[in-house]
């Protein structure tokens, strides 16, 4: 089956550091793959769409500028977190579509900010 | 934008009941309602879903109902086990492959023996 990997898979840094997420489809071509943000005990918010080869497209609410995503290939998406902050402590889950067209998740990256 | 609701919060059975799980969703668009399992510190996980030209699907213990005129879908477990406790979510999406999941809030479900 479809297989989709995060790296790394958790992450403690300084305030006003920045924090690069990979996701990568391991089996298969991913020309989208979505970003998903969860704290703890809620659900799951969708924070941007990532299309491989353009410019991600963001939820409302969500700043571009502090997260940056990158989708250059097929099987591979950034999330960078720019100048982290205690509120973005989080676990961040990618996505992305494979076999039987079901969106397949990644095991999540948990980052803590101090 | 599409906006969904689950009901309840959390949910407290005994080993051999039944759950039911309910959502409600707002985009007469959407036609593909998946449903989540989510156990504490992992990835959610696909249990069962359900497209928008099908009203019933089961899947041994699991079933899931969907209404589309009144936009509302349902999860039924029946003889549930205490390895069914975990937070289920429902989520609603225009299509299967190429939209965005939007997720319901949650349901604590605990089982006890």
């Known amino acids: 089956g479809a297989v989709v990997s995060q790296h790394p898979s958790w992450v403690i840094c300084k305030s006003g550091t920045s924090v690069k997420i990979e996701c990568r489809s391991l089996?298969?071509?991913?020309?989208?793959m979505f970003w998903y943000r969860q704290f703890p005990k809620q659900s799951l918010m969708l924070m941007a769409t990532?299309?491989?080869?353009?410019?991600?497209?963001?939820e409302q609410g969500v700043e571009k500028d502090k997260f940056l995503i990158n989708h250059a290939s097929l099987t591979l998406s950034t999330l960078t977190v720019t100048s982290a902050h205690p509120e973005d402590s989080s676990f961040y889950i990618c996505?992305?579509?494979?076999?039987?067209?079901?969106?397949?998740f990644g095991p999540g990256t948990r980052l803590t900010v101090l | 934008g599409e906006n969904v609701e689950q009901h309840p919060s959390t949910l407290s059975v005994q080993e051999g009941d039944s759950a039911v799980i309910k959502c409600t969703y707002s985009?007469?668009?959407?036609?593909?309602f998946p449903w989540y399992k989510q156990e504490l510190g992992k990835r959610p996980q696909l249990i069962i879903d359900?497209?928008?030209?099908?009203g019933e699907k089961k899947d041994q213990r699991i079933a899931v109902t969907l209404n589309k005129t009144a936009k509302h879908f349902s999860l039924h477990i029946t003889e549930t086990q205490p390895e069914d406790s975990a937070v289920y979510f429902c989520?609603?999406?225009?299509?299967?492959?190429?939209?965005?999941?939007?997720f319901g809030t949650g349901t604590r479900l605990q089982v006890f023996p």
């Open positions: 996505t992305g579509t494979g076999e039987r067209d079901t969106q397949y």
């Open positions: 089996d298969f071509q991913a020309t989208t």
């Open positions: 990532s299309n491989e080869g353009s410019k991600a497209t963001y």
């Open positions: 985009d007469s668009a959407s036609n593909y």
């Open positions: 359900i497209r928008s030209n099908v």
């Open positions: 989520a609603a999406s225009g299509a299967i492959n190429t939209d965005k999941l939007i």
